[in-house]
């Protein structure tokens, strides 16, 4: 006759739910392991480490998986490649010419838009020649060549020069400069000199007293 299985020396009732409470640790074990292979499989790339998880619940039960649970990644592999490839494709929007990121929303706008529709902040200004809209870092409208008032720069007229006075260095031009003035100094002496120095062309006349008489 075989005896049932007692566990710490119940018998009857008590050992009965003695061993329901042990199939039940050793059933949520088997589940705990199950649960550690399965998500360390949708969030870790190597095996090796999906296996070395899984193997620490297998011996540790209740410990090796809340180990895992608290170093394991945030993120399922799955979503982290969805993640990866939106912000490509948000990337490439952005890069092109027809979309760029709003500077007080960072929502994307188109590169025509005059004002955000996502936060209602105005972008950019208007020609008032043509009605296009103005980059900020523009100078003058580039479709029409109108002047943007209060940023266009006022432009002054430039002295026409020869090709070689405008390749020659400063120093150069400062010595030309002093050579100039120290002929016109030499040429204004002799101007003055000639006209001190120089004698009537035609004796002037006096009137002899003695011819009267």
């Not at 550690?36 to 480490?49: N, Q, V, W």
Request: glycine share 4%.
């Amino acid at each position: 006759m075989t005896l049932p299985l007692a566990i710490f020396g119940l018998d009857g009732l008590f050992n009965m739910v003695a061993q329901l409470i042990v199939l039940a640790a050793i059933v949520i074990w088997l589940a705990l392991v199950w649960y550690t292979f399965t998500d360390a499989r949708r969030r870790l790339e190597d095996k090796m480490l999906i296996r070395s998880a899984t193997a620490a619940a297998l011996i540790f039960p209740l410990v090796g998986t809340v180990v895992y649970v608290i170093v394991r990644p945030p993120e399922y592999i799955e979503d982290r490649i969805e993640r990866e490839l939106e912000m490509e494709a948000a990337a490439a929007r952005l890069a092109s010419t027809d979309y760029q990121a709003c500077p007080h929303c960072e929502e994307v706008v188109g590169g025509q838009f005059l004002r955000c529709p996502h936060c209602m902040r105005k972008l950019r200004d208007a020609c008032v020649n043509c009605d296009k809209p103005l980059d900020p870092d523009w100078l003058l409208c580039p479709y029409c060549e109108s002047e943007i008032e209060g940023v266009t720069p006022a432009t002054k007229p430039r002295l026409k020069r020869g090709r070689d006075v405008e390749d020659e260095p400063v120093e150069y031009e400062e010595e030309h400069e002093e050579e100039y003035v120290e002929e016109e100094v030499a040429e204004f002496e002799e101007f003055d000199l000639d006209t001190v120095t120089e004698e009537p062309s035609a004796p002037v006349a006096v009137d002899d007293p003695d011819q009267t008489r």
